[in-house]
């Protein structure tokens, strides 16, 4: 399990496999059945939920038909913020792959 935060011993999966061999099998799975495994139970929320955080997309602003950029309401924004100070915690981060950050584009 060296590529994920040391579980407790509490929360390591008593199934029959190895916290390692789980994971193997999760990284296989596609993000919707892989949401579906972490709400299955709490051992495999821990081993699983980081997978989810591969790829982050963040749109913290809008551009208008002028290209003026535009700064969503304060929820938005403190939103995002949240998001953001999750995808840094210590059990996600270490498997953040790619950030992006985007504009929203306004239409008419």
Same mark, same amino acid.
């Given at each position: 399990?060296n590529r994920f *935060?040391? #579980?407790?011993?509490?929360i $390591?999966?008593k199934?029959?496999?190895?916290p390692? %061999?789980?994971? &193997?099998i *999760? &990284? /296989?799975l596609?993000? +919707?059945t892989? /949401?579906?495994?972490? %709400?299955? @139970?709490q051992?495999? =929320? !821990?081993? #699983?939920?980081?997978?989810?955080? /591969?790829? %982050?997309t963040?749109c913290? !602003?809008?551009?208008? $038909?002028?290209?003026?950029r !535009?700064?969503? +309401?304060l929820?938005?924004?403190? =939103?995002?913020?949240? =998001?953001i100070? *999750?995808c840094?915690s210590? +059990? $996600? #981060? /270490?498997a953040? +792959?790619? @950030?992006?950050?985007y504009?929203r !584009? $306004?239409?008419?």
């Amino acid at each position: 399990m060296n590529r994920f *935060f040391r #579980a407790p011993s509490s929360i $390591i999966p008593k199934v029959g496999l190895a916290p390692e %061999l789980w994971l &193997e099998i *999760f &990284e /296989h799975l596609p993000s +919707r059945t892989l /949401h579906v495994v972490t %709400l299955t @139970c709490q051992s495999f =929320r !821990y081993l #699983a939920q980081p997978l989810l955080f /591969h790829s %982050l997309t963040f749109c913290p !602003y809008s551009l208008d $038909i002028n290209n003026e950029r !535009y700064i969503h +309401r304060l929820e938005t924004v403190e =939103r995002t913020k949240k =998001r953001i100070q *999750f995808c840094s915690s210590p +059990r $996600i #981060a /270490h498997a953040v +792959r790619e @950030c992006k950050f985007y504009p929203r !584009y $306004i239409v008419g």
